[in-house]
T-cell receptor
Framework: EDKVVQSPLSLVVHEGDTVTLNCSYE??????LLWYKQEKKAPTFLFML????IEKKSGRLSSILDKKELFSILNITATQTGDSAVYLC????????????FGSGTQLTVLP | DSGVTQTPKHLITATGQRVTLRCSPR?????VYWYQQSLDQGLQFLIQ???????AKGNILERFSAQQFPDLHSELNLSSLELGDSALYFC????????????????FGPGTRLTVL
C-alpha cells in the first residue's frame, strides 16, 4: 500500500528560526511529490518536485527531493508568524489517474 | 484565491438526508477531484472526473456519487447521511487528468464544511 509519512507531527518555533519538515514515502509508481500549505481553509500549492536533487525555491521556502532515499524536505528560513499552518506532503502516482495521496501533515506554530 | 469555487461554504443537515455540493474548476482545467478531510482521516481522495468522464475512484462510499457536466462544473451528491460524514469537502482542479496532460498541479477550492446532526 502506498504510504506518505510526515515528521514531525507538530513543531513550535520562534520567529526568525529555520525549520525543516520531512516527508518520506513508499509508493510503487512515483510521478511527483507536492507540498501544500493549509491554514484554516483550502490547501495552497507550494511546490511540485519530480526530479531528484533539484531544489525548488520561493522566497524563504525551499524544497528538494531524494528519489533514491524516498524523501523530501521543506525548509523555511527566517520564519514569521504568518508561516503558522499545516504543511502537507502529497504524492502523485504515474498512470492515467491523477489523484493525490496525502500525508497527515506537520502543524507548524511560529511564536512572536 | 485559487480560481476554484465551491458552494455552499457551510451546510448543516440531519442524518438520513441528502445534499449536493457544487464545484466550478479554474478556467481551462479539465479535471475535477473531490477530497474529504476529517479530523481522524486527514485528506482522502474520493473521485476524479476528466472532461465529463469518471477517471478514478478512491475510498468513496456507495452512498456518495458525483458527476461532471458539459460546462465542466462538478457536483458531489451525498445521501443517507450519517454523523461520520461530517467533514470538510474539497474540490480541486487541474489541467491534466489523463495521459497527454502537461501539468499535474491541483488547485483547491475553499471547501464545503458539512455538519450532520
Amino acid at each position: 500500500e502506498d504510504k506518505v509519512v510526515q515528521s514531525p507531527l507538530s513543531l513550535v518555533v520562534h520567529e526568525g528560526d529555520t525549520v525543516t519538515l520531512n516527508c518520506s514515502y513508499e509508493v510503487t509508481n512515483f510521478r511527483s511529490l507536492l507540498w501544500y500549505k493549509q491554514e484554516k481553509k483550502a490547501p495552497t500549492f507550494l511546490f511540485m518536485l519530480t526530479s531528484s536533487g533539484i531544489e525548488k525555491k520561493s522566497g524563504r521556502l525551499s524544497s528538494i527531493l531524494d528519489k533514491k532515499e524516498l524523501f523530501s524536505i521543506l525548509n523555511i528560513t527566517a520564519t514569521q508568524t504568518g508561516d503558522s499552518a499545516v504543511y502537507l506532503c502529497a504524492l502523485l502516482l504515474a498512470g492515467s489517474a491523477r489523484q493525490l495521496t496525502f500525508g497527515s501533515g506537520t502543524q507548524l506554530t511560529v511564536l512572536p | 484565491d485559487s480560481g476554484v469555487t465551491q458552494t455552499p461554504k457551510h451546510l448543516i443537515t440531519a442524518t438520513g438526508q441528502r445534499v449536493t455540493l457544487r464545484c466550478s474548476p479554474r478556467s481551462g482545467d479539465l479535471s475535477v477531484y473531490w477530497y474529504q478531510q476529517s479530523l481522524d482521516q486527514g485528506l482522502q481522495f474520493l473521485i476524479q472526473y476528466y472532461n465529463g468522464e469518471e477517471r478514478a475512484k478512491g475510498n468513496i462510499l456507495e452512498r456518495f456519487s458525483a458527476q461532471q457536466f458539459p460546462d465542466l462544473h462538478s457536483e458531489l451528491n451525498l445521501s443517507s447521511l450519517e454523523l461520520g460524514d461530517s467533514a470538510l469537502y474539497f474540490c480541486a482542479s487541474s489541467v491534466a487528468g489523463a495521459s497527454g496532460g502537461n501539468t499535474d498541479t491541483q488547485y483547491f477550492g475553499p471547501g464545503t464544511r458539512l455538519t450532520v446532526l
